[in-house]
């Protein structure tokens, strides 16, 4: 059974850096094919794509944040880190973390986790 | 940045009735095309990939078609647990986008 499942903080203040650790069970990060992407959703908002990182460490940001976001991945702890710097309450939504085994889109999902930017 | 236009932004709609929401992408993505339904409350859940390939487990109701820049979603019949948020993706591009969404409500 495959599980997603997004950790973090639920409050950051106005200029801070968001760190969201996004942890897998059920199929491991070197697997060939294998991505994990976040994707944000403020409140009563549409979805919105940040960012995705493979299996062979490929990264793709989304053009509007990417001075803004870095990916990584922890392979030893089948986990992926977000981080997003310099935090405004523009930025409060509801954080997912999603898996795609390639050529298929995001066919799991986390539950995600709500952060809100406020001073 | 491929932009992902969806029509209508809301619709109500009867327990039976046909559904159709359409997708427009601002440029060729052949069939890269995704759907996804969002619960209230809940993290979206693939419905339809490439276009017209149904996900495993979603009820054949259920629908896709289209390619390069127009597509559409079907629910042939609508039931109660398909009062929902709907949204397109594109995946053709490394730079994935998703569409503003269409919320389908009770009438």
């Known amino acids: 059974q495959i599980t997603l499942k997004e950790s973090g903080p639920t409050v950051v203040k106005p200029t801070q850096t968001l760190t969201l650790t996004c942890t897998l069970s059920?199929?491991?990060?070197?697997?060939?094919?294998?991505?994990v992407g976040w994707i944000r959703q403020p409140p009563v908002k549409a979805l919105e794509w940040l960012a995705v990182i493979y299996w062979d460490d490929d990264k793709n940001y989304s053009p509007s944040l990417e001075s803004r976001l870095t990916i990584t991945k922890d392979t030893s702890k089948n986990q992926v880190v977000l981080t997003m710097t310099n935090m405004d309450p523009m930025d409060t939504a509801t954080y997912y973390c999603?898996?795609?085994?390639?050529?298929?889109?995001?066919?799991?999902w986390g539950q995600g986790t709500l952060v809100t930017v406020s001073s | 940045d491929i932009q992902m236009t969806q029509s209508p932004s809301s619709l109500s709609a009867s327990v039976g009735d046909r559904v159709t929401i359409t997708c427009r992408a601002s440029?060729?993505?052949?069939?890269?095309l995704n759907w996804f339904q969002q619960k209230p409350g809940e993290a979206p859940k693939l419905l339809i990939y490439?276009?017209?390939n149904l996900q495993t487990g979603v009820p054949s109701r259920f629908s896709g078609s289209g390619s390069g820049t127009d597509f559409t979603l079907t629910v042939s019949s609508l039931q109660p647990e398909d009062f929902a948020t709907y949204y397109c993706q594109q995946s053709y591009s490394t730079l994935w986008t998703f569409g503003q969404g269409t919320k389908v409500e009770i009438k």
């Open positions: 440029r060729d993505i052949s069939r890269y």
């Open positions: 059920g199929v491991s990060l070197s697997t060939s094919g294998v991505g």
């Open positions: 490439t276009a017209s």
């Open positions: 999603a898996l795609r085994r390639v050529p298929h889109p995001f066919d799991y």
